[in-house]
């Protein structure tokens, strides 16, 4: 193979605005194995002004067969590149002269080495009717690559599934945990109301309860002496608070932990809902004297056991419900990792069967 020749002059220079750069010019002397004394590549900025064209670079074998070999026709066509057979560039310090210009004579080479090639071992306007031959080994090699190309696809989309599966299964148990948060806030909204109201109504219930004569008519009628001074009325405005006794919310039923809750709502219920102790006969044969005179603390013992379970299975709720959701974003990050995952190896499996249909025309993936 022949070489291209090169001819450099090499000097500093001074120019009109005083500064005093090293410039190098570089003409081709000899295309050796290239087709043309022109391989320098310039950009026309202005058609109108050559003196605004700049060296571009070292050409490539595509610009040898595409670009024109001088201004006029790049400019008549159009173009915004044309090739010469001469350049020159300044530099500011003698370093990056030195290293230029040896630089040059490199991507020159390189040109002639790759149009060399180009010429004799890839150019070639006819089609091959069958593939190259290519050694079994590297056959099979392409086909190992494509087998464990698809197992990698393979597992990414099992990965996928799972991840999938991990979002849907995390999501169901933040919406099991809010609705035990819902559940706790309505039972500690339930709390603060009573809790609000018997601080008004207990000393009525409690004078009732130590006063009340076994016997006695009762509240069917509403005419018992000690309700009139202030029981009545202690009753009206909490029922009218409290609103409607049928949307009091059903203390969750979650085990035989919680026995001692439900009798207290329980109890609530039987004293505060219709048809409970205030609103009909007060019956010794239902409600014995002794126990008449020890509910109203036995019922604050529970409303305070009860509200103070409440509470803290509120914030506990809470708690949990934080923690689920955490879990859920988590396996949000999981899954998006998991999809980008399997794209890039569904990718990796098309790019690996290509390879492998390139050298084996006959190739079946599904016999692998």
Not at 75 to 82: F, I, L, M
Not at 170 to 180: G, R
Not at 195 to 203: D, E, F, G, L, R
Not at 306 to 318: H, L, T
């Amino acid at each position: 193979m022949e070489y291209t020749a090169l001819e450099q002059d090499r000097q500093q220079v001074t120019l009109p605005d005083g500064t005093r750069p090293y410039r190098i010019r570089t003409v081709v002397t000899s295309p050796g194995e290239l087709p043309q004394y022109q391989i320098f590549v310039f950009t026309i900025a202005d058609p109108a002004d050559v003196a605004l064209d700049t060296f571009t670079r070292v050409g490539t074998p595509r610009d040898l067969q595409t670009l024109a070999v001088n201004r006029a026709t790049a400019v008549a066509s159009g173009d915004t590149y044309y090739l010469d057979a001469e350049f020159s560039v300044d530099f500011d310090n003698l370093t990056d002269a030195v290293l230029a210009k040896d630089a040059i004579y490199s991507k020159v080479d390189t040109l002639s080495s790759d149009w060399y090639l180009y010429k004799t071992d890839f150019y070639a306007i006819d089609s091959l009717s069958s593939h190259p031959s290519v050694s079994p080994a590297f056959k099979q090699q392409l086909q190992d690559d494509f087998t464990a190309a698809r197992s990698a696809r393979q597992l990414a989309e099992s990965e996928l599934s799972a991840a999938e599966d991990a979002v849907t299964s995390a999501e169901s148990a933040v919406a099991d945990a809010q609705s035990h948060v819902d559940l706790m806030e309505e039972a500690v909204n339930y709390c603060n109301q009573f809790t609000s109201n018997w601080t008004a109504y207990q000393p009525a219930v409690y004078t009732f309860f130590h006063t009340y004569v076994i016997g006695a008519a009762g509240l069917r009628t509403k005419t018992d002496p000690v309700l009139s001074g202030g029981m009545i009325t202690a009753y009206d405005a909490w029922c009218t608070s409290a609103g409607d006794t049928s949307s009091w919310p059903t203390l969750p039923s979650i085990g035989s932990d919680y026995a001692e809750r439900l009798a207290m709502y329980n109890s609530l219920t039987a004293m505060y809902g219709s048809g409970g102790y205030l609103l009909t006969a007060f019956d010794p044969a239902v409600l014995p004297r002794q126990n008449a005179e020890t509910y109203e603390s036995n019922l604050s013992s529970l409303v305070t056991g009860y509200c103070g379970w409440a509470n803290s299975e509120y914030a506990a709720s809470v708690n949990t419900l934080n923690q689920k959701n955490a879990a859920l974003a988590a396996a949000v990050e999981t899954k998006i990792e998991a999809e980008a995952t399997l794209a890039s190896a569904q990718t990796a499996e098309s790019d690996a069967l290509a390879a492998v249909s390139s050298v084996c025309s006959d190739f079946d993936p599904n016999a692998v």
